[in-house]
Nanobody, 122 residues
């Protein structure tokens, strides 16, 4: 089970840190990803991290977002800075059981998903 937290409302230029806590997973064994979906748009892969800690980002968030994980706490993070209204979306974390290298940002490669946490930037 994956449970996201940390979403909320923030003004443009602000920051948020999302967390994804896992039960039944060992983060060190899986690729993990953050995805987002805005109303009327398709789900987008924002960032992904593999078992070695190597990350991949969508061009739209490079330099602003950072994905990381704490294997000891079995928690995935997404640090989001310089937020803009275009970042408004529901954010989901997901686990890829057959990890790929480099880590995939395609939702089709991910097996298990959290319920999402809403991020609103105004």
């Amino acid at each position: 089970q994956l449970v996201e937290s940390g979403g909320g409302s923030v003004q443009a230029g602000g920051s948020l840190r999302l967390s994804c806590a896992a039960s039944g997973y060992t983060y060190s064994s899986y690729c993990m990803g953050w995805f987002r979906q805005a109303p009327g748009k398709e789900r987008e892969g924002v960032a992904a991290i593999d078992t070695d800690g190597d990350a991949d980002y969508a061009d739209s968030v490079k330099g602003r977002f950072t994905i990381s994980k704490d294997n000891a706490k079995n928690t995935l993070y997404l640090e989001m800075n310089s937020l803009s209204p275009e970042d408004t979306a529901m954010y989901y974390c997901a686990a890829e059981l057959s990890c790929t290298f480099p880590p995939s940002r395609s939702q089709d490669d991910y097996d298990n998903w959290g319920q999402g946490t809403q991020v609103t930037v105004s």
